[in-house]
Every structure is written in structure tokens, then in C-alpha cells.
């Protein structure tokens, strides 16, 4: 997962019409699962898929600006990555910090609702990371869409394994563990393509 920063410049991937259709694929699934797991995450409760539904909007926010800055310049892609490094940064932050909030004032989730939905935004982000594994290589503006996807998928695999925890031990503590590692995966990807991005405005890939 480490492997980034070549020694040459990358192509402008304007004409890249296959990778295109899979932003576009990637936009509408992530925007439909934004709405769908918001609903759930505060009907039951759970801050993981509160989490979830507000990665999901990140997202589609970044899958968005990917395909605005695709047939731009390394510079201009390089400088939209920064802002999806932010984005992605900002999101670990604020999870963290609705964890602890939850730890301290909220109740138990309900774990059916917790699992219904984590299996079907799972099948939704395999689905895009297949779709984007083919292109997780080049700028950091690609590298940052297949690492939202990795993501994604790796956080709806703990959404099921926290529904599985609150069922079992009729307590919130499951779903809090994962809000919180998704937290840190967000933080570790935003590091990742902050890296590469400046690594590519000062010329040296």
C-alpha cells in the first residue's frame, strides 16, 4: 500500500474515457450511500455508520473533483489532491472526536440495523475499489481515489464485525472501536496523499 512517488512525470489522463466512467460509477454510488446511511446511522443510532454516511459524502465530494481537475495539469490535479487530503484528514478528526462524545452521553446501537446496512455499503465500495484497482497507480489524484475506496471497503468489513460485537454484548463499546480505527484509516490516507501531492508541486515525481 506504500507504493507511490515515481521518478517521472505522470500523463494527463483527460482522454482516459474508462477511468472517467468509473469516477462517474464511483460519484453515484457513494452519493446514493451518503443518504441511505445517514438515515440509518441516526435512526439507530450507530456512530459508526454515521461515520460511514459522512465518508461517503467525502467521497462523492472527491470523486467529483476528480473527475473536474482529469484533463488538467499534474500541478492543478497535485493541488486538488491537497484539498481531498484535507478532507480526509478533517473527517478522522471529526469521527474521533463524535466517538468520544457517543462514550461518554450515547446508548447501545441496534446492531440489525448496523448489519443490513454495512453489508450493503460493503457490496457498494468492493464494487468501486474493484472498479479502481486497475488505475491505484500514476498521480496522487488517482492514488487518493483508490485509497478512498480501500478505505471504504476495509471500514464497512468493521461496520459488520461492530454490529456482530454490539449484538453480542448488548453494548456500544464495538461500534466505537470501529468509528474510531476508520477515524485513524482516514488519517493515515490523508498523510499518504498530502505526501505525494507535495512531493508533485515541487517537481521531484
Not at 15 to 21: E, L
Not at 97 to 108: E, F, K, N, P, T
Not at 178 to 189: D, E
Amino acid at each position: 500500500m506504500e507504493h507511490c512517488c515515481h521518478s517521472h512525470p505522470q500523463p494527463v489522463p483527460g482522454n482516459d474515457r474508462r477511468y472517467r466512467r468509473v469516477l462517474q460509477l464511483a460519484l453515484l454510488g457513494n452519493a446514493g450511500m451518503f443518504l441511505i446511511e445517514l438515515l440509518a446511522g441516526a435512526a439507530s443510532g450507530s456512530v459508526s455508520l454515521l461515520a460511514d454516511s459522512l465518508d461517503f459524502f467525502g467521497d462523492a465530494a472527491n470523486y467529483l473533483l476528480s473527475l473536474w481537475v482529469l484533463g488538467l495539469s499534474l500541478t492543478a490535479r497535485a493541488r486538488a489532491s491537497l484539498v481531498k487530503a484535507a478532507s480526509m484528514g478533517l473527517f478522522g478528526v471529526g469521527v474521533l472526536g463524535l466517538a468520544l462524545w457517543r462514550s461518554v452521553y450515547g446508548g447501545v446501537p441496534e446492531a440489525a440495523t448496523m448489519g443490513w446496512v454495512g453489508a450493503l455499503a460493503l457490496l457498494v465500495n468492493v464494487g468501486v475499489a474493484l472498479l479502481l484497482y486497475a488505475h491505484r497507480d500514476g498521480d496522487s489524484n488517482r492514488r487518493s481515489a483508490w485509497l478512498c475506496s480501500r478505505n471504504d471497503a476495509i471500514g464497512n468489513l468493521a461496520v459488520l464485525l461492530a454490529a456482530l460485537g454490539v449484538f453480542g454484548s448488548g453494548r456500544a463499546w464495538p461500534d466505537l472501536v470501529v468509528a474510531a480505527i476508520m477515524a485513524g484509516l482516514a488519517v493515515s490516507a490523508a498523510w499518504q496523499v498530502l505526501r505525494q501531492a507535495r512531493q508533485e508541486l515541487a517537481g521531484t515525481v
